[in-house]
């Protein structure tokens, strides 16, 4: 009974999470991630100035109309704005559902060179229950795939999809819906049709575990990369290439107990990322079994970030940026980013 009561709190959560026309803004970059993103812009890369931004991302003006969660960071979960009052109390007045990244970060596979291993299934349980205390309600756990020459290995690919099934199901039995996210990277010259092969093969081995692990697909959601040539692949693909090639590939591998996709960016720019989330809504309306949305740091972030550059005076007009890109991206869901509607 308990447990009943425990699974129908993840479906809804996970169902509220992609409901509408809203998506989820990722603001769950590592203390040096997120160090490396301000020094590139001068930004000091102080405890204070990280909390200065992640108080600017929350506080923007009407953000809840088209952001429905955002992903925070362990040190950003415990942080309180100028004013005193914790950032997970001011997302929740907005109306948006706090969420925690909980892997330690992806590490160098033994044995494999070139590729990694995301860690941080040790102590899990007990991180999970804290994050729950701290308002919580959803996780998120990373894993990269290279791909490349022999790439990637199947001790890879195993390995990645192994830990974030077992992150899963850790997930739901503390009462967290699990996003899953198993990133083929951007880097390389492949093919789009490569990414398609890879992207492929990762998510039919990963709800596979998923399967053995016992994970409610119901109280989940996946948030994959899109299928795309890689950064440097001398044939770049078109936006109704990469619509296709995405969800023709995810209607192949994901059950239709998901409730919903929610994609990560991965280096496109806020331009691509709508426009390709767009054409699939146009390309693919009604004929999808999940709700697909976007989860975006660097697409939604990047603008606002860089308008900000660490200065009190610029605040108003980087919340503006950080406004105009989850919306575009919400009119994506629509089939509407690009017809000036
Ligand atoms: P990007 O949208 O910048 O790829 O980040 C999404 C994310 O959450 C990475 O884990």
Known sequence: MADQVKTSALISTA???VAGDKGLLAMDEST????QRFAELGIPQTVEARRSYRELLVTTPRLGECISGAILYDETIRQRTREGTSLVEVLLRAGIIPGIKVDLGAKELAGFPGEKVTEGLD??????TEYLQLGARFAKWRAVIATGEGLPTQACMEANVHALARYAALCQEAGLVPIVEPEVLMDGSHTLERCFGVTEEVLGMLFAQLYTQGVALEGMLLKPSMVLAGKDCPQPSSVDQVADATVTCLLRTVPAAVP???FLSGGQSPEQASRHLNAMHIRFERKMPWALTFSFARAIQQPALEIWKGQDANVAAAQGALYHWASCNSAARRRQYGTGV
Do not use: D, K, M, Y
Not at 32 to 35: E, M, V
Not at 123 to 128: H, V
């Open 260 to 262: 919903g996709i929610a």
């Open 123 to 128: 102590g899990l349980r007990e991180r999970l």
């Open 15 to 17: 169902r509220a999470l």
């Open 32 to 35: 040096s991630t997120c160090n």
